[in-house]
T-cell receptor, first 111, second 114 residues
């Protein structure tokens, strides 16, 4: 079983739509969770951290369910500029462990 | 510098040759990471440096790969006797500490082995 699994998509949605991405992780010792965004042929950039209580940043809402080992990202009122690949990332806080990245979910927003 | 700097941005090399990739992290960041991303694939962890501690080399795919970090700053990733399957984008990231959420990535080195 892969450590971080995501539906690769692509998700094709019209502008203004609400879209949700899901991610599951296999290691129950995972402690920190993030969503990164990667544009085509660019480096990943941190979109937002994911907290147990859930958190919101403008049109973006992230939620964590530790019992189910499940993370979600909700994007409301999609913009053309939201088109990108969204990477689910976990950190297993043991000595020397780096962030573990999912393969990403591709979103395409069209006008 | 203001960001993580990687060089070269592109490298084409012949199979069997050695290559060196360079990463200059954000000043003051003690943690430095190397990842690689093959076409259409996710990020694959290679190696991690934290301060003066021994690096975590658990992600290096073979003994042809090595990396060092001199003076706690600049890092070089060396691939010996390159193979076609080594073709990928090699990404370097740095952060204030291992526990930091803020990994900042460089723009990567696109390596093509012909």
């Amino acid at each position: 079983r892969k450590e971080v699994e995501q539906d690769p998509g692509p998700f094709n949605v019209p502008e203004g739509a609400t879209v949700a991405f899901n991610c599951t992780y296999s290691n129950s010792a995972s402690q920190s969770f993030f969503w990164y965004r990667q544009d085509c042929r660019k480096e990943p950039k941190l979109l937002m951290s994911v907290y147990s209580s859930g958190n919101e940043d403008g049109r973006f809402t992230a939620q964590l369910n530790r019992a189910s080992q499940y993370i979600s990202l909700l994007i409301r009122d999609s913009k053309l500029s939201d088109s990108a690949t969204y990477l689910c990332v976990v950190n297993i806080q043991q000595a020397g462990t780096a962030l573990i990245f999912g393969k990403g979910t591709t979103l395409s927003v069209s006008s | 510098g203001a960001g993580v700097s990687q060089s070269p941005s592109n490298k084409v090399t012949e199979k069997g040759k050695d290559v060196e990739l360079r990463c200059d992290p954000i000043s003051g960041h003690t943690a430095l990471y190397w990842y690689r991303q093959s076409l259409g694939q996710g990020l694959e962890f290679l190696i991690y440096f934290q301060g003066n501690s021994a690096p975590d080399k658990s992600g290096l795919p073979s003994d042809r790969f090595s990396a060092e970090r001199t003076g706690g700053s600049v890092s070089t990733l060396t691939i010996q006797r390159t193979q076609q399957e080594d073709s990928a984008v090699y990404l370097c990231a740095s952060s204030l500490s291992r526990m930091s959420s803020g990994y900042t990535f460089g723009s990567g080195t696109r390596l093509t082995v012909v």
